[in-house]
């Protein structure tokens, strides 16, 4: 059977693709198992898509790791989570830095437990110079809580007179996003069948196109990554605007 990747068109690659990690629980039942059977079986997927993404040359890889909403679940589930980050980081930081993959989060990251806040530092720290691909985990993270942020600090800045309110648009807004400086992303692939976007990258995702596949994460592999970038390249991307008024 033929892969996906023949048909992919390397010049026509989304920089930034972003990834709602959904299904775990539900993958876990089908075992008859715990949901934290699932999560911890997720990681060959976060690991397939990261060196998928790599190994195309894809800049810029989000992935929606832990909300803000997530904090509700059980007690012993959120408790198995962040075993579970702080141990993959320990066992794959070094991973990491062999693929030149540079690591950094976006969110609330001060309310996780200080033993990941000083995991993520560490593997943070380790792979701040490499150039390869810019591994995004979005953590204790919601899409309102970040613009809500950002409206504080333009406040603040309006209150000290640093900026006029007259003087803000989009740019200058965008600038006090978590995700300053990385480009919003082209693509955003969601698992396991669902049609929503669960509070994720609200500002970032205005003219993304959205890919929903019904695999569920721990089954998601480099196929179905690149069967996502192919139906991509056959958008056509409008951002509003008729491309083709004759027509």
Known sequence: MASFKENIDFGN????IAVIMDGNGRWAKKKGAA?????????????????GCGELGIKYLTLYAFSTENWGR??????????LLVNTLQKEIQTLHDNHVKLRTIGDVAHLPVNCQNNLKNAIDATQHNDGLTLQLALSYSGRWEIVEAARKLAEEVRSGLIKTEEIDEHYFSEHLS?????????????????????????QIAYTEIFITQTLWPDFRKEDLYEAICAYQKRERRFGKVLNPTA
């Open 179 to 203: 995700t300053a400086g990385i480009p919003d992303p082209e693509l955003l692939i969601r698992t396991s069948g669902e049609l929503r976007i669960s509070n994720f990258l609200l500002w």
């Open 13 to 16: 690659l989304p920089r930034h």
């Open 35 to 51: 949901r934290i059977f699932g999560h911890r079986n997720a990681i060959q997927a976060v690991k397939e898509i990261t060196e």
């Open 74 to 83: 059980p007690k012993e589930e959120v408790e198995g989570l962040m075993e």
